[in-house]
């Protein structure tokens, strides 16, 4: 959903980027090592370090991208290294949630319905079928989710763990229902070639 508005944005954004002058998969890499911080910072407590790091790992996500576009940088090599490297960030993000007391079973199964619907993603593509755009629970709304789930741990930890499983509830449900949406999309597509 929130893919809806990067042409809105990118514009602003591109104007920016222009000037930055970093190889994109530098960037993709940055963020893949903010979110071993957050891993490290919820092992030894840092709790209110964990958020922070959560978003300038998911700013580096949307930089890397945007940096290749601007810059005309665009390979699949960066396209495999971005996907590859969001599958760690999102693992280290819910590995984090676990670390400051969320329930395992409840993260493992959140962790699990995000691989699938990216899984479904690369099927889809691979067999020339746009899925980008499909369903209500992408990318960036789990990592947002993730993210006020690490905020309210911060803030509370009693409260916040509540919070947060129930924050992972809703990403297991929204995200069974995004691969359903997806898994339809496909097979619709597919009926069309």
């Keep these: 959903m929130l893919n809806k508005l990067r042409p809105l944005i ?3 954004i591109n104007l920016i980027l222009q000037k930055i002058d970093v190889n994109p998969n530098i960037i993709t890499l940055i963020g893949l090592i903010l979110s071993f911080f957050a891993v490290l910072l919820s092992v030894m407590k840092f709790v209110s370090m964990v958020p922070l790091l959560i978003v300038f ?3 580096a996500d949307v930089l890397d991208g945007a940096v290749a576009r601007a810059k005309n940088r ?3 090599w960066g396209s495999i290294l971005d996907s590859f490297c969001d599958r760690i960030e999102e ?3 819910l590995l984090s949630l676990i670390i400051l007391g969320v329930k395992p079973l409840l993260a493992y199964f959140a962790m ?3 691989f699938l619907i990216s899984y479904l993603r690369t099927l889809g593509e691979k067999r020339g079928i746009r899925v980008e755009g499909i369903g209500i629970l992408e990318r960036g709304e789990r990592v947002i989710l993730v993210f006020i789930s690490a905020l309210a741990i911060a803030f509370s930890e009693d409260y916040g763990i ?3 499983n129930i924050i992972m509830l809703l990403i297991i449900l929204l995200g ?3 691969i359903i949406q997806r898994l339809y999309h496909i097979f619709k597509e597919l009926r069309n070639l």
């Design 10 to 12: 990118a514009r602003y």
């Design 74 to 76: 665009v390979t699949p």
């Design 57 to 59: 790992s998911s700013i």
């Design 176 to 178: 069974i229902v995004t």
């Design 162 to 164: 509540s919070i947060a």
């Design 91 to 93: 693992f280290n993000y």
């Design 112 to 114: 699990f319905i995000s």
